[in-house]
């Protein structure tokens, strides 16, 4: 690397460092990811922008397709390969590593792929035939790796790893998205220890306060980069650095990791992107994208819940609100919207946008949809409900009013909401193959969250996506064809502008685009047909010359209204 060249790189690189450590621990830790970058071969940059129109995500597992004759890892591309190509742009394999918990996220080791998926071959394979997303799950181990084994025998370099804390401390301001107490005990050749472990007694804590963790877990990050991955989910980073005294949640050091990050990769692959996960009330969410210097991407968390309850209760009432007031994200900066993924749809990011008496009427909802709802400790000792846990084809049986027969039409107006918001849309695999509650992976596993995690046979999938009057096949075949459409749209490029309009409560309307490009999404979130009157036609500029370019039609009008059936959407044109 050219200290002319990226000078001003390593400069803030080493500025990131020192506000982080003593001045020879930095200068060391500079050193140590000059001489990495200058001594290893990255993949170069495929994209001259970092994101466009024709940007779809896929996020599953390596398994959530398998056959019994091959590798799950090949199953997985042959699938990409014949039922989406032309339809997604990149595949998110959540953690392909080996693991004792957690469904991968409780990480043996981050440099090995689980040989019951297969090897590193095919996660380069899949990552040259797409935008390959890859987790540096960053926040803690499996206690059955090698560096938990270094610390029980007080061996390096694990010794120094692992973040021990007085049982007697008061740790009451300590934010932890579970009930229970943060600290664990664990036997050594030294003695009783507790240790910290944010998610589970399996899931224990790395002290970055340690220089060589940060650089170790740096490394990882690179080797990832050097092996195809071209985005890269920072799991649970909101939890990374740790302070007696505060809530141990988004502290400046760890802003500062993030900005390191973003820094590093930039000179490793400069079209690598990061994307942070931080299931978090919205303001906190978005405070990743720090001035345009942290994440590129962030969830946009609060619309997986605030999207769910519109549609069960048929009103767009706090839905609207919340997209007429969103922020645009910086310069540089974007959402990366979904509607459900491996994890439950979270109720943290809507606090303070619905009130406590819709997302209990939610909770029983899904209750009765067959979900369930996992909970976490309030400071104040109490247990809150934390999210729903409930595959979201599932979640869309009926509304409040129970159930009925416009479970598909239902769901469609979801995800093609969803694709039509400014930002990079993603699939969970789960949901455009409308898998339902898999009840049975729960009874197995005695975990609510394996409702939404289905591992298919990939013969039977098939066997439903060929068969034209499923479920599966008319949801699949349907998002695939929107998709595609929206990839031929200059409207629909992540960076282009976003207008709310509030037509009414049973509506959602906004504009995106401008001029001859110019897109309006208009959907219908009810079970009723819904008349546009004339006024807000007129202020959308909306005439009977428009087409819908989800049907190549005109839409219906009729009497200078305009007419939506239960849950459609249009994308209209002039």
């Known amino acids: 690397m050219e200290e002319g060249t990226h000078g001003p790189v390593w400069g803030r690189i080493k500025e990131h460092l020192d506000d982080l450590y003593e001045c020879d621990d930095a200068t060391f830790l500079v050193q140590a990811l000059q001489n990495i970058l200058a001594t290893t071969s990255f993949p170069e940059a495929k994209n001259q922008a970092p994101w466009s129109e024709k940007d779809v995500f896929l996020i599953m597992y390596g398994n959530s397709v398998k056959c019994d004759d091959e590798p799950p890892l090949l199953t997985l591309r042959r699938f990409l390969h014949e039922r989406l190509e032309g339809t997604v742009s990149g595949v998110h394999i959540l953690p392909f590593f080996p693991y004792s918990s957690d469904d991968g996220f409780s990480v043996i080791n981050y440099r090995q792929v689980n040989p019951e998926l297969g090897d590193w071959g095919d996660i380069e394979a899949i990552g040259k035939d797409l935008d390959l997303a890859v987790d540096l799950v960053i926040n803690h181990v499996s206690r059955q790796g090698l560096w938990f084994a270094d610390y029980l025998n007080d061996q390096e370099p694990g010794n120094r790893f692992f973040i021990e804390a007085d049982p007697d401390a008061d740790l009451s301001g300590v934010v932890r998205p579970r009930p229970g107490s943060v600290l664990v005990p664990v036997q050594t050749r030294r003695g009783l220890r507790h240790l910290w472990a944010t998610f589970s007694a399996d899931q224990i804590d790395v002290n970055f306060k340690r220089p060589e963790v940060l650089l170790e877990y740096l490394k990882i990050l690179l080797h990832y980069v050097k092996s195809g991955a071209r985005m890269i989910r920072l799991d649970a980073v909101a939890f990374l650095w740790k302070e007696l005294g505060t809530s141990c949640i988004h502290l400046p050091q760890t802003h500062r990791v993030v900005k390191l990050i973003r820094d590093l990769l930039s000179l490793a692959r400069p079209d690598c992107l990061i994307i942070t996960e931080t299931n978090v009330p ?103 409900p934390y999210e729903l846990n409930i595959a979201l084809f599932s979640a869309m049986k009926g509304s409040w009013k129970g159930e009925d027969a416009l479970q598909v039409e239902r769901f469609l107006c979801c995800e093609t909401l969803m694709l039509s918001l400014q930002g990079i849309p993603a699939f969970y695999f789960h949901s455009l193959v409308a898998t339902g509650n898999d009840t049975s992976g729960v009874e197995r596993t005695g975990r609510t969250r394996s409702i939404n995690r289905h591992r298919w046979d990939v013969a039977q999938l098939e066997e439903l996506l060929d068969r034209p009057t499923s479920s599966n096949s008319r949801v699949f075949r349907e998002l695939c064809r929107r998709a595609k459409i929206r990839r031929e749209l200059k409207a629909f490029h992540p960076d282009s502008q976003q207008t709310v309009f509030h037509l009414s409560d049973a509506i959602v309307a906004f504009c995106r685009g401008q001029e001859k490009d110019r897109v309006i999404c208009m959907f219908n979130l009810t079970d009723q047909p819904v008349w546009v009157e004339g006024r807000p036609l007129l202020s959308l500029e909306i005439g009977p010359g428009v087409v819908d370019l989800l049907e190549g039609q005109q839409p219906v009008f009729h009497d200078g209204k305009l007419m939506l059936e239960p849950y459609q959407a249009l994308w209209l044109m002039d």
């Open 282 to 384: 919205h303001a906190e969410n978005v405070s990743y994208f720090g001035d345009g210097d942290e994440a590129h991407l962030v969830y946009q968390f609060a619309l997986p819940p605030l999207l769910l309850h519109a549609l069960f209760r048929g009103t767009a009432t706090y839905l609207n609100r919340w997209l007429m007031a969103l922020s645009p994200p910086p310069s540089g900066c974007n959402f990366l919207n979904f509607t459900a993924s491996h994890d439950g749809i979270g109720l943290r990011p809507v606090e303070g946008i619905l009130p406590q008496t819709e997302v209990d009427e939610l909770v029983q909802g899904m209750h009765r949809f067959g979900g369930y709802v996992s909970m976490r400790a309030g400071n104040d000792g109490t247990e809150r």
